[in-house]
């Protein structure tokens, strides 16, 4: 279990709709001309500047190979860093946004801009670009285009920084250096009178660099209003302008900012000796808070954006207007949309680590068990109190012919007394009621009743990330598809964090809804069975299904309604699945339903001889055959095995593994299996290795003791 995977924001061709430069070359007949282009950069004419600039991010963004190295090898990010210094707005914009391009597309690229000091330059540009914004906000600036070029250069310029936040790690220190978090904080003060773009692109930055980065956090909590700033942006309904979607993308970059600095603000009050309640929950609040704008962003039809989505992408592009740097209409959208994708991902990644450290509450754990246990204390306090009753008394109930008054007592232990019964029950269900309601008061019961019913949507495969999946004829196509995949994948990935949860912390729910635990399985084998249909391509989305599944049969004991259709369909991935890991996926879920007890002895002897015959059978045949075969399903195999049939006590222990023969069989296998383990290299795979070899070791003992077990039976 742990928190969602760190990812990375996507950059975005012309956010804000700047003007490009007319007449900037996209393509040259030479690297000849290559010379002459950047000599213009330095030129005396603005016009010659900002033309150079714009030429050379379409260059450097170019198919033509030969022409970027040449641009690299003269120095061209040198020149660029300067004019960021250029007293000429049009310049610095054109200079800014072949920077950040050229970073966020070649990570080369972006450890030379960083190892040019291009933080000093941005640092001086800052506070011209502060003042200039503010004119802005204050109606000073009349000309349109004036204001379009400083709203993208600052928009230019934090994303620079913030791509090389995220992929030159050695950049850190020097840009928490540059004090940046007033200057961040200071565009959601304003956020009702700035483009929604401009606020996400600062709140973008604002969340990399304060996760898991202490300097940033405590500059930020430092900082006089910032919280109290960003708590007012994720409490607002609308600001300014801006739609619904957008509105909602800032008020979640607030929220994720908090999230972000959340632990180390408890930390403070937590060393105040005289720290207000209200302090803390305010940080409370917060996170319900921003798990409701999660859940009212996420809530929307999938299916219906991906069929836009792929219609923008296969139309013909229109012919009644000239190609030009600008995109088209159909392009704009497209880009929207997809754009719009990026943040559902962030959304539900921030809804998985929201819930990884608030979900499993010591209180949530306690309301639970109590759901449970009652009526185990209820049962057992009669009992208690009856062995304290007789203790050190052995001498007082002795007559004098030396018996003891035991045939009494004996009566009393068999007493039925329906009156406190009717009382344990009564306990129970009120206990129940209780910890029902703690739960749903919690941020467990937020998160089932408001997150998991969009998530599980997004979790339905769409016809754009199977129908075009692997789809390589059409750019646009194949990045369609891979979006939407990628959507699904990360849907996946939140309902495994939520179900990982509950099974280290919570696994009492699961107990007491499994009305809810078969709804789930349902919604999986769904999800897998279409996955299936559409080939290999689609595997990708394929692997989190499965490990969701296993997930949900680990935390109930393998206690899933598996039909024999489910447990084919499982056996048919870890037959063919492309990847070992997928693989020993389905193995592992297949493992933990035959667990399920009593009265499943069918599935049990189905599930246990393919596991022996067709995963570790097999694969060790192959192997002696000199066949390169996969070992992690193998090694997955065995320790399930040894799980299932761990106790002849077990109602299908008898009839599958002892009626079908199952431990000779292991015993023919133990000297292939010690092969195996030692085939793979020690040096290149070392965690494997030691898996193989204690897998064959366990093989051994398991081996003496079913024998040794059948023997004293």
Not at 153 to 182: G, K, W
Not at 300 to 320: C, G, I, M, V, Y
Request: hydrophobic letters at 45%; charged letters at 25%; glycine letters at 6%.
């Amino acid at each position: 279990m742990g928190k969602a995977q760190k990812r990375t924001f996507k950059s975005r061709a012309n956010p804000l709709g700047a003007a490009t430069v007319p007449g900037a070359v996209t393509a040259v007949q030479s690297t000849d001309e290559v010379p002459a282009l950047l000599k213009k950069l330095a030129a005396s004419d603005a016009n010659d500047r900002a033309w150079a600039a714009a030429s050379a991010s379409n260059l450097l963004l170019s198919d033509d190979g030969a022409v970027r190295r040449m641009l690299l090898s003269n120095n061209v990010i040198g020149a660029l860093v300067e004019r960021l210094s250029d007293s000429v707005p049009d310049v610095v914009v054109q200079a800014s946004g072949a920077l950040y391009a050229l970073a966020a597309a070649d990570h080369g690229a972006a450890v030379e801009i960083a190892r040019r000091n291009v933080y000093a330059a941005v640092q001086t540009l800052l506070p011209r670009l502060a003042s200039a914004i503010d004119g802005v906000i204050k109606g000073e600036e009349q000309r349109d285009g004036a204001c379009k070029t400083v709203l993208l250069t600052a928009d230019n310029a934090i994303s620079l920084l913030r791509v090389l936040c995220e992929t030159v790690p050695a950049s850190l220190d020097q840009i928490n250096d540059m004090a940046l978090i007033p200057f961040l904080v200071s565009f959601f003060k304003v956020a009702d009178r700035l483009p929604a773009t401009l606020v996400q692109t600062a709140g973008q930055f604002l969340h990399t660099l304060t996760d898991e980065n202490a300097a940033a956090k405590r500059a930020l909590l430092d900082h006089s209003d910032a919280v109290d700033v960003l708590c007012g942006v994720v409490r607002a309904t609308q600001l300014g302008a801006a739609s619904a979607d957008d509105t909602a993308i800032v008020r979640m970059l607030a929220g994720a900012v908090l999230m972000n600095i959340k632990d180390m603000a408890i930390e403070r009050l937590e060393d105040m000796d005289d720290a207000p309640v209200e302090e803390a929950r305010i940080w409370e609040d917060m996170t319900r808070a921003v798990l409701q704008v999660v859940a009212g962003f996420i809530a929307f039809d999938s299916h219906e954006t991906a069929a836009r989505a792929l219609q923008l992408a296969t139309a013909p592009p229109p012919t009644d207007i000239v190609t030009g740097p600008e995109p088209s209409a159909q392009e704009a959208e497209l880009n929207r949309l997809c754009a719009r994708l990026d943040y559902v991902q962030m959304a539900l990644e921030l809804a998985a680590n929201i819930f990884t450290d608030e979900g499993a509450t010591d209180a949530d754990a306690a309301a639970i068990d109590e759901t449970v246990q009652t009526a185990d204390e209820d049962a057992g306090s009669d009992a208690s109190d009856d062995e304290m009753a007789g203790a050190g008394s052995d001498d007082e109930d002795v007559d004098s012919d030396g018996d003891s008054d035991k045939e009494a007592d004996q009566d009393k232990d068999t007493d039925f007394d329906e009156n406190d019964m009717n009382e344990i029950l009564g306990n129970e269900t009120v206990a129940a009621r209780e910890a029902e309601a703690a739960v749903q008061q919690s941020v467990l019961g937020l998160f089932i009743d408001t997150i998991l019913p969009p998530l599980l949507h997004l979790a339905e495969p769409t016809a754009a990330a199977l129908a075009t999946a692997g789809n390589d004829d059409d750019a646009r196509i194949a990045s369609v598809a891979a979006d939407f995949a990628a959507l699904h994948e990360r849907a996946l990935a939140c309902f495994n964090n939520f179900l990982l949860v509950v099974e280290e912390s919570l696994r009492p729910w699961f107990t007491a809804h499994g009305d809810s635990v078969a709804k789930w399985w349902h919604v999986l084998v769904a999800v897998a069975e279409r996955v299936l249909s559409a080939g290999p391509p689609a595997d990708a989305i394929l692997d989190p299904v499965i490990g969701c599944m296993w997930t949900l049969a680990r935390g109930v004991g393998g206690a899933v309604p598996a039909t024999p259709e489910h447990i084919e369909g499982l056996m048919h991935v870890a037959r063919t699945a492309a990847t070992p890991g997928l693989r020993s996926k389905a193995v592992g879920v297949l493992g933990t339903v035959a667990r399920r007890q009593p009265g499943f002895v069918d599935t049990n002897r189905r599930i246990g001889l393919f596991l022996v015959d067709d995963v570790v059978g097999a694969s060790l045949h192959a192997f002696a055959q000199g066949e390169r075969v996969a070992v992690e399903p193998v090694a997955e195999a065995l320790d399930l095995l040894f799980d299932v049939y761990g106790d002849a006590a077990y109602d299908y222990d008898a009839p599958v593994f002892v009626g079908e023969a199952l431990l000779p069989r292991l015993r023919q296998m133990y000297a292939p299996m010690r092969r195996l383990a030692k085939s793979v290299d020690r040096r290149t795979r070392r965690r494997l290795r030691d898996r193989c070899d204690l897998a064959a070791q366990n093989l051994r003992a398991f081996i003496e003791y079913k024998a040794a077990e059948r023997r004293g039976a």
